[in-house]
């Protein structure tokens, strides 16, 4: 069976925003600049630190990420948010914290009408986060 993962680009702050996730989330990265890979022959020089591939892994979150090389603009957009499922409020309340460090919070986190508990932010790499915790039916 198939399985999605986001992979989220950046101009230039990708090993940044990739180590800034796993001081939030945990788990293993391994990254590959334009310089180590295979490609840097035939990559501009100014290009080789940047990030051709990276991977954040750890228990049900695998995010992949990398620089833009292509001299596309980034443009972040607003149609794609990253929606992590918790299993505790206080998981919720925890990796809130820690990822709404430097950014903007856009819903605070509190007990919502459909029975969660829920909170939305913007990171300081303009990824959109929010985070949500299904409390048990009563």
């Known amino acids: 069976m198939a399985t999605l993962n986001p992979y989220l680009s950046f ?13 939030c989330l945990g788990g293993e990265l391994k990254i590959m600049t334009v310089g180590e890979s295979p490609m840097a022959a035939s990559m501009p020089k100014e290009t080789h630190a940047n ?7 750890t228990e049900g979150i695998r995010i992949m990420a ?38 903007i919070v856009n819903a605070p986190v509190k007990a919502e009408f459909w029975g969660a508990i829920y909170g939305d932010l913007t990171d300081k790499f303009g990824v959109r986060w929010m985070l949500n915790y299904d409390k048990p039916k009563a």
């Open 11 to 23: 101009d230039g702050r990708c090993e940044e925003a990739l180590r800034f996730y796993k001081d």
């Open 51 to 57: 990030v051709m591939h990276a991977l954040l892994e």
């Open 66 to 103: 990398s620089d833009m090389l292509d001299g596309t603009p980034l443009d972040r957009g607003n149609a794609t948010s990253l929606m992590l499922l918790c299993g505790s409020e206080e998981e919720v309340r925890a990796l809130f914290g820690k990822l709404s460090a430097g950014g």
